[in-house]
């Protein structure tokens, strides 16, 4: 008699949302993409009662476990799959892609908690489920009057976006004197990669075009040629080189280069068809009083 299958975990996934990369990625590095059922949503998608029934914040990413459970928040779905599948039995030790992407000692952990916490708490969250409090990323691109893209709850002040892009200023910059990059590029920790790379590169790719395009930033992530085989060279003159030549390294490697290029797309792409972020621009452009 055959013994009925196990379901798979279902990954609600969205093809440019920062949080959602994070948990895409890690399942890209650690090869257990194929052993999660992954359901790419839309915005209407997000928007829909059925979505809402299994998150009701209705953002991105959530997960329903193997035995029904409604999980959200992008850490707590990455704990979860480290813990599901560390307990599977099937990590191959030998294989160096499959690791849990956590350092050796109780200081190290703690120092990478740290920056994930960091990014989780003053730029991916807006602490608030209540209508016009948003996230600190939200800045790049929430527009100041309802648009498809940004229903009434989520549109954002002036006063408030400038405050939001200095406060991810000030997040950039403590990022880039405590990370532990090495010269010529490394990952955040130094040279093994852990949950803080596959957390702020995601959110590094928003910033790559959305900070230039959006309040005129010099270019603050240069990336590689489109042949990432190719040495890297790091301008060193950038306003943050450490994180520079950490992206750079970042996108040396496939999976990364991949979670970049889908990113890319939806952000280029929909900017160029549909005007996606001029409401922010001219927001931008119009408040000269405040500095961007």
Same mark, same amino acid.
């Given at each position: 008699m055959n013994q009925p299958t196990t379901p798979k975990p279902k990954f609600y996934d969205m093809l440019h949302s920062n949080n959602a990369a994070r948990i895409r990625l890690? =399942?890209? =590095?650690? #090869?257990?993409?194929?052993? !999660?059922q992954t359901i790419m949503l839309t915005h209407s998608g997000i928007e829909s009662p059925h979505y809402k029934s299994i998150n009701p914040l209705q953002k991105v990413p959530a997960l329903v476990t193997e035995n029904g459970l409604h999980l959200f928040e992008s850490s707590v779905i990455l704990q979860y799959l480290q813990d599901y599948f560390s307990s599977s039995g099937e990590e191959d030790d030998d294989d160096d892609d499959k690791r849990n992407l956590i350092l050796d000692t109780p200081s190290d952990r703690a120092y990478i908690n740290l920056i994930i916490r960091c990014h989780d708490l003053y730029i991916a969250s807006p602490n608030s489920t209540q209508p016009n409090f948003s996230h600190t990323q939200g800045c790049m691109y929430l527009d100041p009057n309802p648009t498809k893209y940004t229903p009434k709850r989520r549109t954002m002040t002036t006063s408030v976006r400038a405050a939001k892009l200095k406060e991810l200023y000030q997040q950039l910059c403590w990022l880039e004197a405590n990370c532990r990059v090495e010269k010529g590029g490394s990952y955040l920790a130094g040279e093994k990669m852990t949950c803080a790379d596959i957390t702020w590169f995601p959110t590094a790719c928003f910033m790559e075009i959305l900070l230039p395009k959006v309040f005129g930033w010099t270019p603050i992530f240069f990336p590689p040629n489109d042949d990432t085989t190719k040495e890297i060279k790091v301008n060193t003159t950038a306003a943050f080189p450490k994180l520079t030549a950490w992206f750079q390294y970042c996108c040396t490697n496939q999976h990364f280069a991949l979670t970049r290029n889908e990113i890319r797309s939806? =952000?280029?792409?929909? #900017?160029a068809a549909n005007g996606r972020f001029q409401g !922010?621009?001219?927001? !931008?452009?119009? #408040?000269s009083e405040y500095k961007w």
């Open positions: 890690w =399942l890209r =590095l650690t #090869h257990n993409t194929e052993k !999660v939806v =952000l280029i792409d929909d #900017h !922010v621009i001219e927001d !931008v452009q119009s #408040h």
